[in-house]
């Protein structure tokens, strides 16, 4: 059985109280995720960036 199908059956068998917070759990996550991938973004547009600026890369993009 795959973890998805597990986690499936054990939300079936939570009281109600507690579906709340699973949802607030996951919801922490996609964040947590979201944020990672913007840490990632913004540290390779600052590594990028000075190539990106040369003259040879307006040049090379021009007519795009």
């Known amino acids: 059985m795959e973890v998805k199908e ?3 059956k054990e939300i079936e068998n939570l009281p109600e109280p507690y ?3 699973i ?3 996951i919801r922490f996550l ?3 995720t979201l944020s990672q991938k913007m840490e990632l973004t913004t540290a390779s547009e600052t590594s990028l960036k000075k190539d990106w600026l040369k003259l040879e890369e307006d ?5 795009l």
């Open 6 to 8: 597990l986690i499936f």
């Open 19 to 21: 579906l709340g917070e």
């Open 23 to 25: 949802l607030d759990f």
């Open 30 to 32: 996609e964040t947590k």
């Open 59 to 63: 040049e090379a993009w021009k007519d």
